[in-house]
């Protein structure tokens, strides 16, 4: 049964500063991966979409890792801003339904 | 059309009665998945639909509950004699292709059991 976890749970930076969430899954036989945002009590916002045959994805500030072998993946945010604030979710693609398994997320607080 | 719809954004309900949940995915997109999200926790999968068929249903959704997807349009998820412990986030998510395409998910809609 595939397991994604997300570390830490929770993250206090100053702004300016790059950081690094990671997210590790059980088993790498994923179709790809998703990193997502969630702002309190609002849906979900695509961030990268790491397709299973790329090594990573960036998307002007947001940098994402894949590393199928090793069962991670690791979302970087360079020069981190007060409203980068929210939660950002892990998540794989799995087996045959194509639904994704999420990991439960790392809190983010950027503080100006 | 901007994005995935859910509606409504919030519902109180008294446990015991019925609640219906609307989603409208993105035009074109086949897939349209339902996740539920407690407080704290990511969120699970409940049902995915491509076109109008209901091709899985996770462990989760209990005899209780019962989703649709008439004409492969929109998609309703119903929740019949609710409970304390139905009270979620209720996450609809759409794609476009066959397999492990970006999904794009709505607002979500808020249940809250009283």
């Known amino acids: 049964k595939q397991e994604v976890t997300q570390i830490p749970a929770a993250l206090s930076v100053p702004e300016g500063e790059n950081l690094v969430l990671n997210c590790s899954f059980t088993?790498?036989?994923?179709?790809?991966l998703q990193w997502f945002r969630q702002d309190p009590g609002k849906g979900l916002t695509s961030l990268l979409l790491i397709q299973s045959s790329q090594r990573e994805q960036t998307s002007g500030r947001l940098n994402a890792s894949l590393d199928k072998s090793s069962g991670r993946s690791t979302l970087y945010i360079a020069a981190s801003q007060p409203g980068d604030s929210a939660t950002y979710l892990c998540a794989v693609y799995g087996g045959s339904q194509g639904n994704l398994i999420f990991g439960k997320g790392t809190k983010l607080s950027v503080k100006p | 059309d901007t994005g995935v719809s859910q509606n409504p954004r919030h519902k109180i309900t008294k446990r015991g009665q019925n609640v219906t949940f609307r989603c409208d995915p993105i035009s074109e997109h086949n897939r349209l998945y339902w996740y539920r999200q407690t407080l704290g926790q990511g969120p699970e999968f409940l049902t995915y639909f491509q076109n109008e068929a209901q091709l899985e249903k996770s462990r989760l959704l209990s005899d209780r509950f019962s989703a649709e997807r008439p004409k492969g349009s929109f998609s309703t998820l119903e929740i019949q004699r609710t409970e304390q412990g139905d009270s979620a986030m209720y996450l609809c998510?759409?794609?476009?292709?066959?397999?492990?395409?970006?999904?794009?998910f709505g607002q979500g809609t808020r249940l809250t059991v009283v």
């Open positions: 998510a759409s794609s476009l292709g066959q397999g492990a395409t970006e999904a794009f």
């Open positions: 088993d790498s036989a994923i179709y790809n």
